[in-house]
């Protein structure tokens, strides 16, 4: 534990049990004046059953937390910090066998877990009494600009605390309901174009399988060494082991490039027959229909992510992780970007020691995760177009190649603890004379 205990606890209630609201959590139960809340509208805490990658920067933040021994036990194989693969690309939309036009590596790799077993280890490290389920919330209402907010659940019980923290995903209603009160505040409807997720045009298909059903067919395939993007026109399969290599993972991605920005009618995510998975990418070389043969019960996936959003915090409110900038998964960064802005808040909230400075410790959040996560949703959405030779580089691979490479440069601008040094820098600057 770190921080001196005052009179009275810091009240932080975040809504949203997901990676980063779960992340937040973690991090913020570290400091002994922070009392930590989490309002999950489920019945539990729960991840779907698929993949999820992270790259060196978030690796070094779960260090910072304590969490990498327990995140080493449960990744593809415990990570060591030497040079790993990123992703493999191959040219594979042909009958024949392709080919690599680009090997990507940098220090660790790719990091990778499966989402249950990397959401348990966050609640193994949540203390008793944190978690509130069933606690849907519907609206929060901030009289003061700079008072306490009051949080209305759907159950009717309501809520008060000194900061909240909107961790309620891609669809956030807190969101909504920050933006709804700016464009009113402001007199300025183009704010209202904000709330919504548009479809991307591309939608995923998705499905495990245990690896030795690749292992069984002879020889060894290439997605249980090293994770693999299998590239073609406008479209690209994903697949790499999880779970100490016992599980295979596939994402396989197909895109209508026009339709980016439209409406997309039906579900978000819905079970669909493998016929169609199958259909979609036949005639791609062989390895890829290999993967795909073997997941029984594929779900597919309507790709939807937000328009960068102007500003994170409102008063005494933040959006962070998805909520704040769901971006497609194209870099495998979301869930990263999510615990970047968990690790910097919870790094400048530890240093409140009442509410006095609060409102500089939320813009400090803003100025450093805003432009970051900017960057890295519009980078994704450009890498998506990449892989899928709709980018302007075409599938000329001379370009191509590095371009994919230098779409991930923002892992190295700057470390974690050099971004919550800058935080803390314009905390105290915004805060000048007061006791930090
Ligand atoms: C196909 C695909 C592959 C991806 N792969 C990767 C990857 O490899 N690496 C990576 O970094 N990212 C990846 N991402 C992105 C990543 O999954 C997300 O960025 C991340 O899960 C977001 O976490 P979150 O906690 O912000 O939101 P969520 O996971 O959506 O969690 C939101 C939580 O809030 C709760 N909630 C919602 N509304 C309310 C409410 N009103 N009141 C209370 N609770 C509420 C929900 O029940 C949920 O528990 C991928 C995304 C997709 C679609």
Redesign the pocket.
Known sequence: MTGIAPVKPLRVAI????????CLAVALCRFSHIKVDV????EQ???IG?????WSR?WRILQLLGLADAFSKVAHAPPDGTMGVGFDFRRSDSPNEGYRFRLVEMPYGCI?FH?AHFLDVLVEHLPKDVAHFG????SYSQPNSNGPVTIE?ADGIDSQCDVLVA????????RGHMYQTKAKQMKDQSLLSFIEPFWSGTV?Y?GLFPTEKLARSGTSHRALDAPMMYCGQSKHVVSYSIAQGSIVNV?TFASKPKAEGSQWDGPWVAECPKAELLECYAGWEPEVEELLKNIEQPTK?A?HQLQPLPFYVMGRVAL????AH??T?HQ???????IEDAFVLASLLGRCHDTDNLDSALKAYEHVRLPLATHVLNGSRMSGKMYEFDSQHGSDYATLGPAIQGQWDWINWSSPEEDVQRAVDYLKRDTFGSKL
């Open positions: 809504c949203g049990g997901g990676i980063s609201g779960l309002y999950e509208a489920a805490f729960k991840e698929a993949g999820v990658m992270i978030t990778r989402r606690k849907r919330v519907v659940f961790c309620d995903g891609i669809k956030s209603t807190i995923a998705r994402v996936w790709i962070v992780g998805d909520a769901a971006m998964p495998g960064a979301g869930a990263g970007q999510a």
